[in-house]
């Protein structure tokens, strides 16, 4: 089954810096989504991406796919407290149905 | 904006008691999905639900496990007899298009005493 394993486990930075958070596939990446989670909340979808090389950005977060590495970053610029919580990456398990998640990157802003 | 609602948060049971938890999803998406989250684990995969019928279930969606859509609005997921290994945040989402942009409902917490 896939594994995926999101690098670092946790990070605190501080108001203002930029931060990357990696997610790294054990299988082939069909599609890989990002997700962020409040504590206790829900999923927030953030951004999908399918295409190798492909590169999105919503505000100040910005996600890329390396197929050839099974890899996908998520970069914040300009960290707010308002980026706080726990983000996941998701992929899609070749199925068309399922997301396999990976365990999350817990991200703590402080000012 | 439409989102995905689930009721109840929270719902305590006893061990071997049956629970239903319930969602609406959005409006005019067409397949649902629900996961699970065990306090400090990652968000597991349950099963998927397209066109009146389960599409894809994961090994944790053993015969203790039923889905339902019993009217135009409402998906459900029944456990018949639950187990202290049941305590966890349920997750239900839906999508309009396969694995487009699933949106997620807030959850419900089940304890399992």
């Known amino acids: 089954s896939q594994e995926l394993e999101q690098s670092p486990q946790s990070l605190i930075v501080q108001e203002g810096k930029n931060l990357t958070i990696n997610c790294t596939s054990s299988?082939?990446?069909?599609?890989l989504y990002w997700y962020k989670q409040k504590y206790g909340e829900g999923l927030i979808f953030l951004m999908m991406?399918?295409?190798?090389?492909e590169e999105k950005s919503h505000e100040k977060i910005t996600a890329k796919l390396d197929e050839k590495k099974q890899q996908s970053s998520l970069h914040i610029t300009a960290s707010q407290p308002s980026h706080a919580g726990i983000y996941l990456c998701?992929?899609?398990?070749?199925?068309?149905?399922?997301?396999?998640f990976g365990k999350g990157t817990s991200l703590l802003v402080t000012p | 904006e439409p989102e995905v609602t689930q009721t109840p948060s929270h719902q305590v049971t006893q061990m071997g008691q049956e629970v239903i938890l319930r969602c609406v999803p959005i409006?005019?998406?067409?397949?649902f999905y629900w996961y699970r989250q065990i306090l400090g684990q990652k968000v597991e995969f349950l099963v998927s639900?397209?066109?009146?019928?389960?599409?894809?279930k994961s090994e944790i969606f053993d015969d203790q496990f039923s889905v339902e859509r019993p009217d135009g609005s409402n998906f459900t997921l029944k456990i018949r007899s639950t187990k202290l290994e049941d305590s966890a945040m349920y997750f239900c989402?839906?999508?309009?298009?396969?694995?487009?942009?699933?949106?997620f409902g807030p959850g419900t917490r089940l304890t399992v005493l």
């Open positions: 299988k082939t990446l069909y599609g």
């Open positions: 409006s005019n998406h067409l397949y």
């Open positions: 991406l399918q295409k190798g090389g």
């Open positions: 998701g992929a899609d398990d070749n199925s068309g149905y399922a997301l396999n």
């Open positions: 639900f397209y066109n009146n019928e389960i599409s894809e």
């Open positions: 989402a839906s999508s309009r298009q396969g694995l487009n942009e699933q949106f």
